[in-house]
């Protein structure tokens, strides 16, 4: 599987304020995904990233408080804007991988972000 | 609205036992059912998957699936302390790439 790293891997951040994540693979993939994971939840989907195209969000979550950018195969960033402390959560990438001829996803450290 | 839903736990099992944990889905398009599993503080890791009926053996674990019911369920055999986390079940959404989570059941294996 593919190795995957997030940086921040911790952000404690200001009201108002917006923090990027980046997320960076050691292989080329076509998928990347962005999920939340809040407290004590399991994950939720914020958008699919495809390089070359627009990224795809879910209903809930737009793109003018989650920003992504996904300029080359290996790389994608998550911009979380304007922030609450709503958006207290851990952020994870993920990449679609291969295994057994099976489409599969396999998920980055996350970055844990505190906002007050 | 595609839903995955698992017991929340904790299931509670002592060292050496069978742990089984289940999952119910809604979609029932869905082909191809993940276990994932995730430690404290960790990201999710995948265990196996499972796309035909029946089950699926990958050393101490078992994936079940029955699509006529809509479940799938993880054994765990010869339970380990180390074994205790959160197990997410997923499911990849009928032709779409992404997958809709439960929200996990916390095993804790006992020594």
């Known amino acids: 599987s593919a190795v995957i790293s997030q940086k921040p891997s911790r952000d404690i951040c200001q009201r108002g304020t917006s923090l990027t994540i980046q997320c960076q693979v050691d292989?080329?993939?076509?998928?990347m995904f962005w999920y939340r994971q809040q407290p004590g939840q399991s994950l939720t989907l914020i958008a699919t990233a495809n390089q070359g195209s627009e990224a795809t969000y879910e209903s809930g979550f737009v793109i003018d408080k989650f920003p992504i950018s996904r300029p080359n195969l290996t790389f994608s960033t998550l911009t979380v804007s304007n922030m609450s402390p709503e958006d207290s959560s851990i952020y994870l990438c993920?990449?679609?991988?291969?295994?057994?001829?099976?489409?599969?996803?396999?998920f980055g450290p996350g970055t844990r972000l505190l906002v007050l | 609205q595609k839903e995955v839903e698992q017991n929340s736990g904790p299931l509670s099992v002592p060292e050496g036992a069978i742990a089984s944990l289940n999952c119910t889905y809604s979609d029932r398009g869905s082909q191809s059912f993940f276990w994932y599993r995730q430690y404290s503080g960790k990201s999710p890791e995948l265990i196996m998957f499972i796309y035909s009926n029946g089950d699926k053996e990958d050393g101490r674990f078992t994936a079940q699936l029955n699509k006529a019911s809509q479940y799938v369920s993880l054994l765990i055999r010869d339970s380990q302390p180390s074994d205790s986390a959160t197990y997410l079940c997923a499911v990849r959404n009928s032709g779409y790439s992404t997958l809709t989570f439960g929200k996990g059941t916390m095993l804790l294996v006992s020594p």
């Open positions: 292989s080329q993939v076509t998928m």
């Open positions: 993920s990449v679609e991988g291969s295994r057994e001829h099976q489409e599969t996803q396999y």
